[in-house]
């Protein structure tokens, strides 16, 4: 069992490591191959002191086992850089929790998981007895909404967990009956009177996530917000439109693949600096930090956009 195990863990090695130095030809192909010698049920060490369990056959699963580090790596970077030491962080759609995961570990903040999918709110308690926080972690197993109460949680692919939403859809696989909560409910009950950052990714749910929020969504409440605004549509105009009347502005996350990340590493070993986040004032799509305005943090990631542009 044991020489299984160091063999798991050498192919996922040669793959990282051919993709760091080669780019991204081939990769799918070399996977699916390697995939055939492995069990799908992985337990993979992602830094020094932090460990996740993941099932291979689910696509968002097997992207965290190997290139963790490509799951919205401007979130992993905020978390890093942004968010206080021993502050607290919402997971909102956690899935397998690697970001609450990354911000117990990182940080060492209080977490909590929302997550309405039974297999994946089991996957982050897994995931959680896996490590040794000393901070508090909480999985809360249900959907953050705007009302109290019940809804139906519709999946999209039965490979794949983390596509699930409250909002009806054509060609779901099925559907699982969730309760819903207020997060300014659970807030005012659970005595958090500040959240560091949430993250939020709830499958087009999220303006109602942040409906949910109530008074409570105010900068002096919460500073710092990361919210999935993939499409120009009307809901992401809705979200536009409410945090910009609450006082924060956004800056739009950059993306990477893991070449270019492995690249990213070798410039800021060189001195260089990298943008993760770049100031906008139009609804382009894509995943959004919003901070408040005229805020510390808001000067900070103008400078550090700065500060790369001039040095292009």
């Keep these: 069992m044991r020489k299984v195990m160091l063999l798991q863990q050498f192919l996922r090695k040669v793959i990282r490591n051919w993709m760091m130095k080669h780019g991204r030809v081939g990769r799918s192909k070399a996977k699916r191959i390697f995939r055939l010698m492995m069990d799908p049920c992985q337990v993979v060490e992602l830094k020094p002191g932090l460990r996740i369990s993941v099932d291979l056959r689910i696509a968002n699963q097997d992207s965290l086992f190997w290139f963790f580090e490509e799951t919205e790596p401007a979130l992993q970077w905020a978390i890093r850089t942004l968010l206080p030491i021993e502050g607290t962080f919402f997971d909102v759609g956690a899935n397998a929790g690697l970001m609450g995961l990354l911000a117990a570990h990182d940080r060492n903040a209080k977490v909590?998981?929302?997550e309405p999918h039974p297999r994946l709110a089991e996957t982050v308690r897994n995931n959680l007895s896996l490590n040794d926080f000393k901070h508090e972690a909480k999985v809360l197993e249900w959907a953050a909404?705007?009302?109290?109460?019940e809804a139906k949680l519709h999946v999209h692919d039965s490979r794949n967990d983390g596509a699930h939403t409250l909002k009806e859809f054509a060609g779901s696989v099925g559907s699982h009956t969730v309760q819903?909560?207020?997060l300014d409910c659970f807030l005012e009950d659970a005595g958090i009177v500040l959240v560091d950052l949430m993250k939020i990714d709830a499958e087009g749910h999220d303006f109602e996530v942040l409906s949910g929020l109530g008074e409570f969504l105010a900068p002096s409440?919460?500073?710092m917000i990361y919210v999935e605004?993939?499409?120009?549509n009307e809901w992401s105009q809705g979200i536009w439109d409410l945090l910009l009347e609450r006082g924060y502005v956004p800056f739009s996350a950059v993306s990477a693949f893991i070449d270019t990340l492995y690249k990213?590493?070798?410039m800021q070993e060189a001195g260089r600096s990298i943008a993760w986040f770049k100031p906008t004032e139009t609804l382009a799509g894509g995943n959004m930090?919003?901070?408040e305005r005229g805020s510390i943090i808001q000067d900070r990631l103008n400078e550090y956009y700065s500060v790369a542009s001039n040095l292009r």
Excluded: I, N, Q, Y
């Excluded at 909404?145 to 109460?149: I, Q, V």
């Excluded at 605004?229 to 120009?232: F, I, L, T, V």
């Design 289 to 291: 930090l919003w901070v």
């Design 180 to 182: 819903t909560k207020r």
């Design 229 to 232: 605004m993939e499409h120009c």
């Design 112 to 114: 909590f998981f929302v």
């Design 145 to 149: 909404s705007d009302r109290d109460g």
């Design 221 to 223: 409440t919460l500073p």
């Design 264 to 266: 990213f590493e070798r």
